[in-house]
């Protein structure tokens, strides 16, 4: 009894993240971007991901949980220091008080190396 409960709930667990990873959103980094520098990024990277989830994704993603698409900036529209002056949504919503200035610079960090929407 135990062991078959055990087993059904060992191919939910293998069910539900095979079925999440198809949509997750992943990094691109240089190839001559030496380990420890990709160490270090990566970690920004994931932060950037979580405040850009907080921060930005309401307004820019299209499509909705698993299904998410993070838009492809051009490194042109990343610049963080114009970005929140660059449109009068940006101004209401984003303020320094609610993204700090480091804040701001790891989404930049997140969005210039996820990777590209095919
Ligand atoms: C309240 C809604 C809203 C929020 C929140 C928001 N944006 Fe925007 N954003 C807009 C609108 C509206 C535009 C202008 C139209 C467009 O390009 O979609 C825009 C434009 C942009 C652009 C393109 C700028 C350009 O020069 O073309 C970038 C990049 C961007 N936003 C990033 C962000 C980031 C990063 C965050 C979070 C820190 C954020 N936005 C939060 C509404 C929002």
């Known amino acids: 009894m135990y062991r078959s409960i055990l087993v059904f709930t060992g191919l939910l667990l293998c069910y539900n993240t095979s ?5 997750k959103i992943t990094y691109e980094f240089p190839p001559e ?3 420890p520098i ?3 990024y990566l970690k920004q990277w994931e932060k950037g991901k979580v405040l850009y989830e907080l921060n930005c994704a309401q307004c820019h993603n299209t499509g ?7 838009p492809d900036f051009t490194p042109e529209q990343l610049k963080g220091y114009e970005l929140r002056v660059s449109n009068p949504k ?3 919503d984003i303020p320094e008080t609610r993204v700090t200035t480091e804040e701001l610079g790891l989404i930049m960090t997140f969005l210039y190396y996820k990777k590209k929407n095919k």
Not at 19 to 23: G, L, Y
């Open 90 to 92: 940006h101004e209401s």
């Open 64 to 70: 909705t949980g698993r299904k998410a698409v993070v």
């Open 33 to 35: 971007m030496s380990e």
């Open 38 to 40: 990709r160490v270090e």
């Open 19 to 23: 079925h999440a990873q198809r949509h």
